[in-house]
């Protein structure tokens, strides 16, 4: 069946680093959403990419999805405490509302 | 705007017992699901309701776990008997159709012993 990973699965960054996680499908997607999920809470939407090699900035956030719609990132510039938590991508399949979450990434920022 | 209502928070039972957990979802939407996520993994879908009917259970270990959306609003997981392997967060999401976007409740914990 579909599988979505991500690397790395954990993260430690002095604040101010950057941080990049990547998210790879097995087959390819229609669609891929990102979530962050603070520690003890749950899964909250943060974008959508539905382009091939379409990207998305918020604020210090950079999501990209690639040209053959099989793979994705997220890049976090200058890293803050508010960014802790772990962010997951979720693939979508053409067609129906149907995701597949990925294994997700783990970041923890030092102050 | 309310969000995905779930209860109960937290649930504490004993291999081959039985629990359910129920879901009201946001007020007009659709889809709705129910994940299971095992402590450090990402969600993984049980079932997708459109409405009051399954779009996707090929996830759902059917021996064991039933669910229900019989208005088409709430909806209701269960699982018979459970196994110590069911200790898990169990989410309800529902869809917002014209962004595409999932909004998940708290979640109840359950815990087999």
């Known amino acids: 069946g579909q599988q979505v990973m991500q690397i790395p699965q954990y993260q430690h960054v002095q604040e101010g680093e950057d941080f990049t996680t990547y998210c790879n499908s097995s087959t390819t997607l229609s669609n891929i959403q990102w979530y962050k999920q603070r520690p003890g809470g749950h899964p909250v939407f943060l974008i959508q990419l539905v382009k091939s090699g379409e990207v998305k900035k918020q604020k210090r956030l950079t999501f990209q999805f690639g040209e053959a719609k099989k793979n994705s990132s997220l890049h976090i510039t200058a890293t803050q405490t508010t960014d802790v938590g772990t962010y997951f991508c979720a693939g979508g399949t053409s067609g129906t509302y149907k995701y597949i979450f990925g294994t997700g990434t783990r970041l923890k920022v030092l102050a | 705007e309310a969000g995905v209502a779930q209860s109960p928070r937290y649930k504490i039972i004993e291999k081959r017992q039985s629990v359910a957990f129920w879901c009201n979802p946001i007020s007009g939407h659709a889809t709705l699901y129910w994940y299971q996520q095992i402590l450090g993994q990402g969600p993984k879908l049980l079932i997708q309701?459109?409405?009051?009917?399954?779009?996707?259970d090929s996830q759902l270990p059917k021996d064991r776990f039933s669910a229900e959306r019989l208005k088409g609003v709430d909806s209701t997981l269960k699982i018979q008997p459970a196994k110590l392997e069911d200790s898990a967060v169990y989410l309800c999401?529902?869809?917002?159709?014209?962004?595409?976007?999932?909004?998940f409740g708290p979640g109840t914990r359950l815990t087999v012993l």
């Open positions: 309701f459109q409405n009051n009917g399954v779009v996707d």
């Open positions: 999401a529902s869809l917002e159709s014209r962004a595409n976007e999932q909004f």
